[in-house]
């Protein structure tokens, strides 16, 4: 057994800042499904959001998010996050976070939904920028253990352990290396896991965003809302030998235009704000300019503004095209959409606190209340920020409490599986039925049928899970169908239209917007 003072599951930045920040404090442990640099946090290119010019204001950014999340944000969370945005961003630099500068300071961008310049980034891999220089400080770190390679496989609670608390106590988790599962007991669990885009067939997300926290917190008996608001970004770059590859929101910000194979645009017939609308709106105009015209793809053309200005703020988005053949400087980029962030998740408070005593969560896998129906462009990386020095900050303030014994991992009634095959199976038709079923655009009887799909392969998987040793695959698996059931119940309470999910059988947006909280019931906690 090994025991920590605090014990973090994920690697990105809500996982690593919080890791740091509580370094000096006391002994954290820090788990990553690969390594330390392999997270959603470091796929993003655009940049991070906050009032930091004397143009802007705390009021436009809170109105900008409102207006995007469809008025379903929460007053409270939202107020909270763009307040803190200029000390998360200092901290960062504090850090030693290389933010890209011109002659006036820090230079700052704009993307779609914002009214202002205030998205600050490193050229266009701010995300990536930022995991490095962090990784860098939490590997030589030495009151931070890192467990690379390692999943865990569920929390351990009260339930769990039959002294009946509603409290956190660790997690069991999986060296993927040895195939031992290891009980790590933690006097706080805090959830960084990210998101669930690979419940989907096409997404700009790693392979690590597979819902583990959420279908862990959900079995642990905390409430999830939203989960109906899947955030499709609008343009992924569409090439057979591009893998989950985006094209930033900032092309767009930028002057990038959306046009048809002929050259024609198409925005300005659906939005008034054409390129720059949010991207419920402009991903839900490309899945209906493609399929009304039978289109593989639309493209994103920013050739007018020449080679010395594309290579200057953009010089990974054009070598990764340039190594497919697309010089970006001289023809478009060919786009589809992609699910891309998860907007609904665990519930918590302004301290990142869930339902269960000792467990925090931060970052995409939470609910806090900020993104509402639809995330405001690079609005993301902040609240991971914000949120993770919250729940270390409500960590801290607490008296020391003592660990009570755990169990081992019982393996004594389980073997080796013999059709690894069945894993891979699910795995491929779980993503095609959310694809076609709970995409961009749903209707009832599509719900129906992926909430009918989805039970079948939840009651297989379970029978896999309990005769077999847990292996990397199934445990995401398992976790990637309970998301994916959330997704679609979350979706089927929903009678109306608003930000992201969107019913042709209710078109229309209610007059009061409301959450969609689902609540585990006892015999789903297992």
Known sequence: MHNFDVLIIGSGLAGQSAALRLAGHCRVALISKR????????????????????????????????????????????????????????????????????????????????????????????????QQTLTEKVRSNPNITVFEDHIAVDLITGGKIGNGEN?????????????????????????????????YLFTTNPDTSTGDGIAMAWRAGCRVANMEFIQFHPTCLY????????????????????????????????????????????ARAIDFEMKKRGL???????????????????????????????????EPIPVVPAAHYTCGGIVCDLNGRTDVEGLYVAGEASCTGLHGANRLASNSLLECLVFSEAAVNDMLAQAPSELP?????????????DEEVVISHNWDE??????????????????????????LLKQEIHEFYSHFRVSHDLIELRNLVLTAELIIRCAMHRKESRGLHYSRDYPETAARAHNTVLTPSRWENH
């Open 430 to 455: 779980l993503r095609r039925f959310m694809w076609d079923y709970v995409g961009i655009v749903r209707t009832t009887k599509r719900l129906q049928r992926a909430e009918h799909r989805v039970e």
């Open 296 to 330: 593989d793809c639309v493209y994103l053309d920013i050739s007018h503004k020449g080679e010395t200005f594309i290579r200057e703020h953009f010089p990974n988005i054009h070598a990764r095209c340039l190594e497919l053949g697309i010089d970006i400087t001289r």
């Open 239 to 282: 090439h057979p030998n591009a893998k989950s590859f985006l094209i930033s929101e900032a092309v767009r910000g930028e002057g990038g235009l959306l046009k048809l194979p002929d050259g024609t645009r198409f925005m300005p017939e659906h939005d008034e704000r054409c390129e720059l609308a949010p991207r419920d709106i402009v």
């Open 167 to 199: 409290r956190c106590f660790g997690a069991y988790v999986l060296d993927n290396q040895s195939g031992e599962v290891l009980t790590m007991g933690a006097r706080n669990t805090l959830i960084a896991t990210g998101g669930a885009g690979k419940v």
């Open 405 to 417: 014994v755990l169990p081992q991992w019982d393996e004594s009634r389980v073997t080796d599986a």
């Open 35 to 130: 390594k330390l640099e392999d997270s959603a946090s470091g796929w993003a290119q655009g940049g991070i959001a906050a009032v930091l010019d004397n143009q802007d204001s705390i009021e436009a950014h809170i109105r900008d998010t409102f207006v995007a999340g469809a008025w379903l944000n929460d007053e409270k969370a939202t107020r909270f996050v763009v307040e803190n945005g200029r000390r998360a961003i200092d901290w960062l630099i504090e850090q030693g976070v290389p933010f890209t500068k011109d002659e006036s300071g820090y230079h700052l961008t704009r993307e779609g939904g914002h009214s202002a310049r205030r998205v600050i980034h490193v050229a266009d891999a701010t995300g990536a920028a930022v």
